[in-house]
């Protein structure tokens, strides 16, 4: 187990940089996920520790040495990869026990730590089989067992659930967290799904475009996400952006009612609120239009304009509804559950 240190790192290829300056202290044990969309560069940088990427510039290092010129099999890291990457010809035992047969470890060491793995992760049963016969669940857990039984610093995970059905992706992450605690491993997992990322992470690093747009706790992203990016990013449905002009501690909505807010800022801003935090008010200054509804069982989404604008936003109410297309139900919002953004940076505002 170790801490890694990121220090102003970049990436570029050729010309062009696609890992801007990113930087991160990760405690020994902590559980990090790197989140964000297609393209923003969080695999790049996942195997820029790996090793399997170089580094333009800055450093990394793992347990406090520099591992910028260290081949993989050096920096006492496992990773798991999106593809399982198992070998079809090998059953399961072979496929875990490989990597410790290359490192020339004694049989009676490798079996012990195959079986040990293999009971943790529930797959002694087939430890005899080959890949084929398995689910992708089940073969995500061998990925996962060879992973363990080379005994890292540092476990890597590359989307590992994203070849997975809906339900299955919801019950490995839960044990994949679970075993992280047990073992108490220093881990990065890098994912583009935000649910993913809330349930899993003692701390998130959101990219966007190579940047690191925020880095903290699950819920200090949820409460005071650092910009529009990140604040559309970090929940579901995604927050609402309204244009706003801020006076006396009240937001002048478009089409001309008015949200009291926490802030003593003036001007021009973007407002944000969560579809949740969006309470039913018959006097409410917003007046969304229902243009179509989404019913989800304990919930539903109307979705919708605000009336007499063409700014769409949406909000959750619980249990049932059946408002009709064209109809009007009003709402209103909590001072302190308002967001502020600079209308030109994006940045969040001061409270």
């Not at 039913?280 to 605000?306: C, F, K, W, Y």
Request: proline residues 5%; charged residues 25%.
């Amino acid at each position: 187990m170790a801490e890694i240190q990121l220090k102003d790192l970049v990436k570029s290829y050729g010309p062009t940089e696609v890992l801007h300056h990113i930087e991160g202290d990760i405690k020994d044990g902590e559980f990090i996920v790197i989140v964000g969309p297609s393209g923003c560069g969080k695999s790049t940088l996942l195997r820029m520790v790996a090793g399997l990427e170089s580094v333009t510039s800055g450093e990394i290092a793992i347990g406090g040495r520099r591992v910028n010129e260290l081949e993989p099999s050096a920096r006492d890291i496992a990773m798991v990869f999106q593809n399982y990457a198992l070998y079809p010809h090998m059953s399961v035992r072979q496929n875990m026990a490989y990597g410790l047969k290359i490192r020339k470890l004694p049989k009676d060491e490798i079996d012990r730590r195959v079986e040990e793995a293999a009971e943790i992760l529930e797959i002694k049963q087939y430890l005899d089989r080959k890949p084929r016969q398995l689910s992708g669940g089940q073969r995500q857990r061998v990925a996962m067992g060879r992973a363990i039984v080379r005994d890292p610093q540092v476990f890597l995970f590359d989307e590992p659930l994203s070849n997975l059905d809906a339900k299955l992706r919801v019950q490995m992450r839960l044990e994949i967290r679970k075993l992280q605690q047990r073992l108490g491993v220093t881990s990065i997992y890098v994912t583009h799904d935000q649910v993913e990322a809330m349930t899993l992470g003692d701390r998130l690093m959101v990219l966007n475009g190579g940047y690191v747009e925020q880095f903290g706790t699950p819920i200090e992203l949820y409460d005071r996400p650092a910009s529009v990016f990140v604040a559309g990013f970090i929940g579901s449905p995604s927050m609402n952006f309204l244009p706003v002009e801020i006076s006396t501690g009240h937001a002048t909505l478009p089409g001309g009612g008015l949200l009291p807010v926490a802030s003593t800022h003036a001007g021009t801003a973007t407002l944000g609120l969560r579809p949740e935090h969006l309470n039913q008010d018959e006097n409410g200054p917003l007046a969304i239009e229902v243009d179509m509804l989404e019913q989800l069982g304990a919930s539903t989404l109307i979705h919708g304009r605000l009336h007499g604008t063409g700014h769409s936003i949406t909000a959750s109410v619980p249990g049932h509804a059946n408002d009709g297309i064209g109809s009007i139900r009003r709402f209103s919002a909590a001072p302190e559950l308002t967001h502020l953004f600079d209308s030109v940076s994006g940045k969040r505002l001061a409270d």
